[in-house]
Nanobody, 118 residues
Framework: QVQLVESGGGLVQAGGSLRLSCSASVILFSIRAMAWYRQAPGKQRELVAGIAQGGITKYSDSVKGRFIISRDNAKKMVYLQMNMLRPEDTAVYYC????????????WGQGTQVTVSS
């Protein structure tokens, strides 16, 4: 049973920062690669950042250098520090196990809304 609870979203001005948190009840969390995804209105859900069990990270080109993903295996938490936010970062943000085939991920949390005003 996978349970994902995201929090930390909100309204922020362009250039501002937010820190998202995800409580992830995922089997074998400590050895699973985890990721943050986002879905903007009218667009497909996309992978934003991923972090492997050993801490190796990867980012989409659109957020590289601005976002930082981290994890706490003991607490089963995943975080996303978002800096230098842009209006195009406006979306609902979700966490989940990392997958290149997003359609295969069946269980999602409610997500957390991030709105960046210009």
């Amino acid at each position: 049973q996978v349970q994902l609870v995201e929090s930390g979203g909100g309204l922020v001005q362009a250039g501002g920062s937010l820190r998202l948190s995800c409580s992830a009840s995922v089997i074998l969390f400590s050895i699973r690669a985890m990721a943050w995804y986002r879905q903007a209105p009218g667009k497909q859900r996309e992978l934003v950042a991923g972090i492997a069990q050993g801490g190796i990270t990867k980012y989409s080109d659109s957020v590289k250098g601005r976002f930082i993903i981290s994890r706490d295996n003991a607490k089963k938490m995943v975080y996303l520090q978002m800096n230098m936010l842009r209006p195009e970062d406006t979306a609902v943000y979700y966490c989940n196990v990392q997958s290149d085939e997003i359609a295969t991920l069946r269980t999602w949390g409610q997500g957390t809304q991030v709105t960046v005003s210009s």
